[in-house]
T-cell receptor, first 114, second 112 residues
Framework: DQQVKQNSPSLSVQEGRISILNCDYT??????FLWYKKYPAEGPTFLISISSIKDKNEDGRFTVFLNKSAKHLSLHIVPSQPGDSAVYFC?????????????FGTGTRLTIIP | DAGITQSPRYKITETGRQVTLMCHQT?????MFWYRQDLGHGLRLIYY???????DKGEVPDGYVVSRSKTENFPLTLESATRSQTSVYFC???????????FGQGTRLTVV
């Protein structure tokens, strides 16, 4: 039972345009969400997070939007750059403290076309 | 160098053999984790540890054993490797359970 779903295994975007990566979740107890980025042959690196008290969090070119009623979050990258080509994982947890575990999605491979 | 390191980076082993994957972190983070990454499954938590001598199961713990006698080390042992344990294994650490975690570079394990 996949509680965190990334329904697009891959996405190609022209350099300079906006990349939108989507993530849906089924567990209504999830309250804290993170995005990780992974290059080939490397470990994932943390990108950005959001808690349910917000509906948007921004860090430079990266913005995460949270729609709790739809159980949906998205990561926007503007403008997209070749170095953004990577696999992106979303992850969710019932809280950002305590011993609740993170649940990861299956990942979306983003390719930025020069 | 500060960071989290895994060894070996690549390992081929035979079915039934015992194999240990090593993980070492220099930040003195309380939490350490082992994940496996498989196509179609993303990252799945195998075991985690909240502190030295405190470990707990994750989503897919069967066939694995962990220990944490020192804060900085968190080895993962496959007691009798099976082909289904062929995967890429990532160790991670964090100061708080679900905040930003730092991942190692991964160990690609092939069981033949």
């Amino acid at each position: 039972d996949q509680q965190v779903k990334q329904n697009s295994p891959s996405l190609s975007v022209q350099e300079g345009r906006i990349s939108i990566l989507n993530c849906d979740y089924t567990n209504s107890m999830f309250d804290y969400f993170l995005w990780y980025k992974k290059y080939p042959a490397e470990g994932p690196t943390f990108l950005i997070s959001i808690s349910s008290i917000k509906d948007k969090n921004e860090d430079g070119r990266f913005t995460v939007f949270l729609n709790k009623s739809a159980k949906h979050l998205s990561l926007h990258i503007v403008p997209s750059q070749p170095g953004d080509s990577a696999v992106y994982f979303c992850a969710a947890s019932p809280t950002n403290f305590g011993n609740e575990k993170l649940t990861f999605g299956t990942g979306t491979r983003l390719t930025i076309i020069p | 160098d500060a960071g989290i390191t895994q060894s070996p980076r690549y390992k081929i082993t035979e079915t039934g053999r015992q194999v240990t994957l090593m993980c070492h972190q220099t930040w003195s983070h309380s939490y350490m984790f082992w994940y496996r990454q498989d196509l179609g499954h993303g990252l799945r938590l195998i075991y985690y540890s909240a502190a030295a001598d405190i470990t707990d199961k994750g989503e897919v713990p069967d066939g694995y054993v962990v220990s944490r006698s020192k804060t900085e080390n968190f080895p993962l042992t496959l007691e009798s490797a099976t082909r289904s344990q062929t995967s890429v294994y990532f160790c991670a650490s964090s100061e708080v359970m679900n905040t930003e975690a730092f991942f190692g570079q991964g160990t690609r394990l092939t069981v033949v």
